[in-house]
């Protein structure tokens, strides 16, 4: 049994987490994704449009998602990666070298983004003048 981790707000959820989630499952037989709570996003300064229920509940319906745990503090990543056996943890390039100190416990592994979409750009594009956000872009 080879389970799969990885880390993120997740808000308004869209493709591009879909096909992290797609990518990482199939490194695995199972994939267990930690949603961060509100109140760890407030300590990164950090605010999501869904609360951590709504984004847990949308994430847990992603057929590539196995588990929902809540990612409340930095030191987590370390004590899931023990408690659950993981082997892989994986996460977007966009912490590339950042979680590199998890190796010694399981494979680490930075996948790439999926170009043009991103939480922070469909936020803005909404306030800006609600086009969708590929229509922004041309
Ligand atoms: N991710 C991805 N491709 C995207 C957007 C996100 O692969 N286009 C990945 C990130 O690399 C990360 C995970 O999805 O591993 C969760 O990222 P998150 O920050 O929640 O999503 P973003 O859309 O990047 O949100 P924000 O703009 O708020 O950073």
């Known amino acids: ?9 997740f808000d308004l959820f869209h ?9 990482l ?12 709570t ?8 950090k605010a999501a449009f869904f609360s951590y ?3 847990a509940e949308i994430v847990e ?6 588990m929902v745990i809540p990612e409340t503090h930095w030191g987590q990543k370390a004590k899931d990666i023990c408690k659950y056996d993981i082997s892989t943890f994986g996460i977007g390039d966009d912490w590339k070298g950042e ?3 998890l190796s010694v416990l399981c494979d680490v592994v930075y996948l790439g983004r999926t170009g043009e979409i991103s939480s922070t750009e469909i936020k803005n594009s909404l306030a800006d ?10």
């Open 129 to 138: 003048n609600g086009a969708p956000a590929n229509e922004t872009r041309k």
């Open 15 to 23: 493709y591009g987490h879909v096909r992290l989630f797609k990518r």
């Open 1 to 9: 049994m080879k389970t799969i981790i990885t880390y993120g707000t």
């Open 53 to 55: 229920l709504q984004r």
């Open 25 to 36: 499952r199939a490194m695995g037989d199972k994939l267990i994704v930690a949603v961060s």
């Open 61 to 66: 319906a992603c057929q590539y998602v196995d």
């Open 99 to 101: 979680f590199d100190e």
């Open 38 to 45: 509100d109140e760890f996003n407030a300590l990164k300064g």
